[in-house]
Structure formats: structure tokens, C-alpha cells
């Protein structure tokens, strides 16, 4: 048999709770299968869920959907339903795994196995036993449990186990992909990234992406989003991640699979490479595989940038107001390093002059290790610059030593910018042109709204720089 694995991250929960996936089958059913008892049916499933004491205690099952607020946080609420959602016109009948992950009730990714509708009614089974919800058919079976924390899931996660109990006839695993208000960035190996023979595909220069984040996606918002305090919190309107898939068989041989989202056409495949399927050892028990992790901060770090200021995309304000606070999520592997932070004024499309009092001084970096929540961000709230609804603003930071570090992932846009400048200059006025660049750096800016607003709203706004 051969796993792939879908591991969720929920949100900044400490203890990641149990997924049920199971999904309702409409249409294209097989003559046989009129009439027969079905082990997937809601009814079936219902009485099953109720011996589940683990299941029943995470889990609200409502008609075919099983329901869970993973993080219940109105600023950032995390929910994850599981099969069909209830549509009011009664084809929820049938399960099969599938999984929905929405936050702050506005944006969403669902994932389903393809071609389960080809199986026999008759043919599939749920066990809920073990603490895991097992989904059985004649060629395949599926098992979905939560991950325990760990090193590269500090918040523990999920596991999707796509069992293939005997050798596939292609080698292209394919699910059905749903979004809704998400964007989807490929990380590159990074000697492709950075077009350069000298780099590996993790480490290039000062810059590190591990192995399970190349090849991966990072997912964001696709449109700007606002945060206000007191209310929604988007920081820099990151969703998550989606790891690079890792394939093991029984005997311990293991591979990357090739991971690919076809957004415009609905598909999520897992290529695996044809070798590794003709030489693994059947059944093949466990794989790492497909992780999806709920953060703030990007997957790959790079340092050494200190002779450099970067300057992320420009954002729009949605309202008129004074900042109140601004952060960076940076971190520090060698000692007494500091870090300068400001916002620019938009100049036709470019940063231009520097926002009065926007820059709070030199930030102390207290952080030796990569921060793991907001609270853990360097950052000031020294800071008075006035914020003009509908004007354009540029973020910016410069390091103070080669050992800082930050946090980032590779984009599409091309509108961010660099330029070299010595630390003692910063901030200052660019001067000249800037270069271009598609990463996106973790930066924000929170301000206050002044008052005359025509609908009632929270005192307090946050302006994302991602």
C-alpha cells in the first residue's frame, strides 16, 4: 500500500483535535448497488459516530457533514467541516473523505480524492476505531487521524493516509481542489529560483528553504485584507502552507512526490515517480505526505541582508487615522542586533518619500529562534505617522547584521522592491531606481481610525503590508 498524507496545522491552537473526513456521493451509481445497505450511509455513520467517544467529543455531526471549530477566535476563527455540507435539497446521502478548511469565515480550501464514485456503494467501509477514521475500498483505503506536535508541527496537525494496497496503473494521484478568496505561490527549488548552478535546492547563499517547502505552496489572501482590533486579525493575510509530499513504502525507501495546483481547472496531484513505484515494497504503511499548516510567516528564511533595505508591496488604506503600532517578524542567531522599520509614501506607482513619524528607531531583536505567534514579532509602538484613506503606503525594513533572520515566501506579483544602503543611512528617501523582487516578507502596521464613519466599526485598524 502507498500513503500520501494531508496534515493540517489549525491555526495557533496547542492541541490540534481528530478530522473526520467523509463525503457525500451523488449520482453515477452503479445498478448493483440499488437497494443494498450501504456502510457509508448518513444513517450508518450516525450510529457508528455515537460509539465514538473520542470523535463524538470534537466533532458536531450535522446531517452528512461533520463539523469543528478548530480555533474559536473571532478575530481568526479556524472551522473545518468534513463531508457535505447540509444544501437543504437532500443528495447528502453517502460519505466519502473530504475535507473543507475556512478562516475568519471568509476564505476557504476544500480537498477530495478523485474518482471515488467509481467504487461500489456495496464496496466501501468506515471504521472509526483507534482514534482514526478509516475509509475502506477494494483497491484503496484511506485513514485520517491528528498529528501529535513536533519539530516541523510545533502545533501538531493532521494526517490524510491514501493507502494503495496494490501497484497503481498511473502515477499521478489527482484530488479535486475548491477555493474560495485564496491565492496559491509555488516555492521553487532555490538554485532554480535563483537561476544559479552555485545553489542547492535548499540553501542558496544566505537563503534556506527546507526540503518539504520546496516544491510547496504558499496559500494567501487574494485580496487586501483589513484587520481591525477589537475584531478580525489577518496580520499579513497568509492562510497556510502546502508541504512538499513525502512517499515511504514498508521497507523504508522513501521519495519526494511532485506536488501541483491547477487552480483554473480544479485539480491537486501528487505525481510519484514511476521507479519508486516499480521497485517499492507493497503494502506501503506510512508517508508524510501533503501538509497543510495554518500560519503567519513564511516557510523559507534567509539572512545576510544587511547591506540591503526591502520594501514590500504597497497596500491601500481603507480609512483615515494615526498608526499605533508597527512589527516585523524577525529573529536573531547571533547577539545585540537590531532592526529598522518604517513606512513610505507612494509615489506613482513607487516608494517615495518617507511617512513622518513612521520610523520608531532601532528595534532591539530579542528573538533567537524563528517566532511562532504575533506576540513573538519585534516590534514598537513609538510611532505617530498619519494614514490617509485611499493613499498607497510602502513597508520597509533594513537589518542591522548579517545573523538576523527573516521569514519569507517566493510571490508572483514582481511589485516589491530592494535597494542597497547602508545601515547607518536607514530610513531614507529612495534615491535612483529600486529592483524588483516577488518575495513576501512578514511586516505590518496597525493604526487607529479617526472618527466620521457612516457605519459602526471597531476603534482600532490594521493595515496589512505582506
Not at 272 to 282: G, H, M, R, T
Not at 300 to 309: C, F, H
Amino acid at each position: 500500500m502507498i500513503i500520501l498524507i494531508i496534515a493540517l496545522n489549525i491555526g495557533m491552537i496547542k492541541k490540534i483535535l481528530l478530522i473526520i473526513l467523509l463525503f457525500t456521493l451523488t449520482g453515477c451509481a452503479n445498478t448493483a448497488d440499488l437497494g443494498a445497505s450501504s456502510d457509508v450511509s448518513a444513517t450508518a455513520l450516525a450510529s457508528k459516530y455515537n460509539l465514538a467517544t473520542e470523535i463524538k467529543s470534537k466533532y458536531q455531526l450535522d446531517g452528512t457533514a461533520l463539523k469543528m471549530v478548530a480555533k474559536n477566535d473571532p478575530k481568526d476563527m479556524v472551522r473545518v467541516t468534513v463531508g457535505n455540507e447540509p444544501t437543504g435539497l437532500g443528495a447528502e446521502t453517502e460519505f466519502e473523505p473530504a475535507v473543507k478548511i475556512s478562516r475568519w469565515d471568509e476564505v476557504s480550501l476544500k480537498i477530495k480524492p478523485k474518482d471515488l464514485d467509481k467504487v461500489a456503494k456495496k464496496d466501501k467501509k468506515v471504521k472509526l476505531e483507534d482514534g482514526k477514521i478509516k475509509f475502506e475500498t477494494p483497491k484503496q483505503d484511506f485513514e485520517l487521524y491528528d498529528l501529535p506536535a513536533s519539530e516541523d508541527l510545533p502545533e501538531g496537525g493532521y494526517e490524510f493516509e491514501w493507502i494503495l494496497k496494490e501497484k497503481p496503473t498511473t502515477n499521478v494521484v489527482e484530488f479535486s481542489i475548491e477555493t474560495e478568496g485564496l491565492d496559491f505561490f509555488y516555492q521553487p527549488p532555490l538554485n532554480i529560483e535563483m537561476a544559479s548552478s552555485a545553489c542547492s535546492e535548499t540553501d542558496c547563499g544566505d537563503s534556506h528553504r527546507p526540503e518539504n517547502v520546496v516544491g510547496s505552496y504558499a496559500i494567501y489572501t487574494s485580496e487586501q485584507k483589513i484587520n481591525w482590533t477589537g475584531g478580525k486579525e489577518y496580520k499579513v493575510g497568509k492562510l497556510g502552507h502546502i508541504y512538499r509530499p513525502k512517499i515511504l513504502d514498508s521497507a523504508g525507501h522513501w521519495v519526494w512526490g511532485e506536488l501541483n495546483i491547477d487552480i483554473e481547472n480544479k485539480k491537486l496531484t501528487v505525481t510519484i515517480p514511476q521507479d519508486f513505484l516499480d521497485k517499492a515494497v507493497y503494502p506501503i504503511r506510512h508517508a508524510a505526505g501533503l501538509t497543510i499548516g495554518i500560519t503567519t510567516i513564511g516557510g523559507s528564511t534567509v539572512n545576510g541582508l544587511e547591506p540591503y533595505y526591502l520594501v514590500n508591496k504597497r497596500q491601500q488604506a481603507t480609512a483615515t487615522g494615526a498608526m499605533s503600532k508597527i512589527q516585523a517578524a524577525v529573529w536573531d542567531t547571533g547577539a545585540n542586533s537590531y532592526i529598522k522599520v518604517w513606512l513610505y509614501n507612494d509615489s506613482s506607482g513607487s516608494p517615495g518619500s518617507l511617512l513622518a513619524n513612521s520610523y520608531p528607531g532601532a528595534l532591539f531583536i530579542s528573538r533567537t529562534t524563528k517566532p511562532t505567534q504575533d506576540s513573538e514579532w519585534t516590534s514598537s509602538t513609538s510611532v505617530s505617522g498619519s494614514i490617509v484613506n485611499g493613499n498607497y503606503y510602502w513597508s520597509a525594513y533594513h537589518l542591522g547584521d548579517s545573523t538576523v533572520n527573516v521569514a519569507f515566501d517566493s510571490g508572483s506579483n514582481g511589485d516589491s522592491k530592494y535597494r542597497e544602503s547602508a545601515y547607518a543611512n536607514s530610513p531614507v528617501d529612495p534615491a535612483g531606481a529600486m529592483e524588483s523582487y516577488t518575495d513576501r516578507f512578514s511586516i505590518y502596521a496597525t493604526y487607529t481610525a479617526s472618527g466620521g464613519t457612516t457605519t459602526p466599526s471597531p476603534p482600532q485598524q490594521i493595515i496589512i503590508f505582506d
